[in-house]
């Protein structure tokens, strides 16, 4: 998802009421060979914004050496690795600019994709600055996109990547819930949190489904950002980040090291 799209909101979310931020230690993944190349698509859950450590040439992609991607690749030094992974990218974007890595010796595909063609920041946007109807209002809308018109979407751009790496292993990974409910938290209310938390598994519940009619695995991280996720003692989210407004609401560090590089690694 895109840290660009928040920007233009700064001054408003700088009066709307901040949320904690709390890092984590990050867990290591066991080194193992692994034959093939690796390709890791996606948006910016993959390349890793929130977590710093931007690689100066991916420019606005923001890519993240501490990305689950780049992590993996580290850990079991497939035969090439391709991070294609570009904060904001919808999936018109994964067909037109990240697929071209993909080829007969792909083993490994990882990818996120969804959140920013429901409106990830918007929604967002929306439930921090307006009234809860409105709130829960812009969440109906994403939700009826997520149901109408993403499962055609996703469906394009698997279809896409069995074609471009047909021996592939393709791992479509979720997103997380943002709020750890049911606690003491400062910020939105319980009622506008709640709704956020049903819309991220309404998103996850039709990505799984469409991976899987794919033959893909779909990776859920929300057991692993099970207390973890914001409003708890450790999150591995940032809420609203003062220092980056762009961070706002991805991974941290540990987030993905701990949230996504586990899940990658079961399902890979």
Not at 61 to 84: E, G, I, M, Q, V
Not at 94 to 117: E, K, P
Not at 160 to 179: D, H, Q
Request: proline share 3%; aromatic share 8%.
């Amino acid at each position: 998802m895109r840290r660009s799209r928040f920007t233009g909101f700064v001054t408003s979310l700088l009066l709307a009421a901040g949320l904690g931020l709390t890092g984590a230690a990050s867990a290591q993944a066991s080194t193992t060979a692994v034959s093939g190349g690796y390709v890791a698509l996606g948006d910016s859950y993959s390349s890793g914004v929130g977590s710093g450590s931007y690689i100066s040439s991916s420019g606005s992609c923001d890519r993240s050496t501490k990305a689950y991607p780049y992590l993996w690749n580290a850990a079991h030094s497939p035969s090439s690795f391709a991070f294609n992974a570009c904060s904001g990218a919808t999936t018109d974007d994964v067909l037109a600019n990240q697929l071209g890595s993909l080829n007969s010796a792909t083993s490994l595909v990882s990818i996120t994709i969804g959140g920013n063609d429901a409106g990830f920041a918007d929604v967002m946007t929306t439930c921090v600055l307006q009234s809860t109807s409105a709130c829960l209002s812009r969440i109906d809308t994403a939700k009826a996109y997520v149901a109408n018109t993403l499962p055609g979407k996703l469906d394009t751009v698997y279809n896409a990547i069995s074609a471009k790496a047909p021996s592939a292993r393709v791992v479509v990974i979720g997103y997380p819930r943002f709020y750890l409910l049911g606690q003491l938290c400062l910020g939105l209310s319980e009622t506008k949190r709640s709704a956020i938390n049903d819309a991220a598994d309404y998103l996850d519940a039709t990505v799984k489904t469409r991976a899987t009619a794919h033959n893909f695995v779909f990776g859920d991280v929300r057991p692993t950002f099970a207390n973890h996720e914001i409003c708890s003692g450790d999150s591995w989210l940032h809420s609203l980040n003062w220092l980056d407004i762009g961070e706002s609401y991805h991974p941290t560090a540990a987030g993905q090291s701990g949230g996504y590089l586990p899940v990658l690694t079961n399902a890979a």
